[in-house]
């Protein structure tokens, strides 16, 4: 791994869709974004599925399970060989690019040689785009969606203001499977702020009644989506998530983030969402000012930075432009950025 530490075994847990074809260029290549897994189909319905613009009778498409999450990959609640008892916190510390090493093997693995289209948002974009520096000529095609070259220090303090959250919780250090449950319901709750926005509260959580002085709408929805994290999620690898995000810099060992993007030799397409708090659409014109040739869109979301898992169709629409023309260091439906 980055740090040194040798994991004596690996586990990856991934999804495949549909057939890779004789010529093994049909290949479409999922990184999922932090909290997901790798059953693509499930999560992002509308942009990948039978009838969708990424569909399993054109595309063999492969979604992998991020080093250190909870649906099937090695992570913190794995066997440790030595002790015969989980992890936990004693997990090491995994990097985005070691989730990438990690993807790699497993391409190697089922006989992939190289990527059509390599797509991920927020944290899978963050995995795609150090692939596509550390493997130039195995991406043909990258797509990066509300996504950066560099976690910001407010990214790492949202981050941060969740592992406090997790730790405040008394049974967190306690070494059991469902350990820290409070404080992940409530870092749910603060990262759900970052991931909407002012108007999408203001729309969707709006009070009918005037008189009402407790028992909220917000307060019932923030509550609501802390306890459907935690059933389905666990602590240990919402700390180690965030910290692998806060570890993304493009430039970390290399002579700069500029220099790191300008060797992606993919055809490239970002896309950055006007509404979003916690990567903010001037992230995504840095990516598009120093990718060779790279092409740019961006559109408007009530959803904020989960735009980028519901508006398919003006992700669809984007895509089908990207594909449809062959010019590079464009913006699609926009003014040049100055």
């Not at 990184?31 to 599925?49: E, I, P, Q, R, Y």
């Not at 990097?95 to 990438?100: I, P």
């Not at 596509?132 to 797509?143: G, M, Q, T, W």
């Amino acid at each position: 791994m980055e740090s040194g530490y040798i994991l004596p075994e690996l586990e990856l847990g991934y999804h495949t869709y549909g057939t890779l074809n004789k010529a093994k260029d049909n290949v479409v290549w999922v990184c999922h974004a932090f909290t997901a897994n790798s059953d693509v189909l499930d999560w992002w319905k509308g942009l990948f599925g039978a009838n969708d613009y990424f569909n399993q009778q054109d595309h063999f498409i492969v979604c992998v399970n991020m080093l250190g999450s909870a649906y099937g990959s090695s992570g913190p609640l794995t066997i440790n060989p030595t002790t015969g008892q989980p992890y936990y916190l004693t997990f090491p510390q995994v990097t985005v690019r070691d989730m990438v090493k990690a993807q790699q093997l497993l391409a190697k693995h089922i006989g992939v040689d190289s990527i059509h289209t390599l797509i991920g948002g927020s944290l899978g974009g963050q995995q795609a785009v150090e692939w596509a520096i550390i493997e130039p000529d195995f991406i043909k095609n990258l797509i990066l969606i509300a996504s950066n070259a560099k976690h910001s220090p407010w990214g790492i303090a949202f981050n941060e203001s969740q592992r406090l959250a997790i730790a405040a919780d008394d049974t967190f250090d306690t070494n059991s499977l469902d350990a820290g449950a409070k404080g992940l319901k409530a870092a749910r709750s603060m990262a759900l702020l970052s991931y909407r926005g002012y108007k999408t509260y203001g729309i969707s959580q709006q009070e009918d009644n005037d008189n009402v002085t407790d028992n909220y709408k917000a307060s019932g929805y923030q509550n609501y989506q802390g306890d459907k994290l935690v059933a389905r999620f666990n602590a240990y690898s919402y700390w180690y998530l965030t910290k692998s995000m806060d570890s993304h810099n493009v430039g970390r060992n290399r002579e700069s983030i500029e220099k790191a993007l300008s060797v992606i030799k993919a055809r490239t397409l970002i896309i950055g969402i006007k509404s979003d708090l916690l990567f903010p659409i001037e992230e995504q014109q840095y990516l598009f000012k120093h990718i060779p040739g790279a092409v740019f869109a961006e559109f408007e979301s009530y959803y904020g930075h989960d735009g980028f898992l519901i508006e398919t169709e003006a992700l669809t629409n984007i895509i089908t432009s990207f594909f449809k023309t062959d010019v590079k260091g464009k913006i699609i439906q926009l003014q040049q950025i100055a």
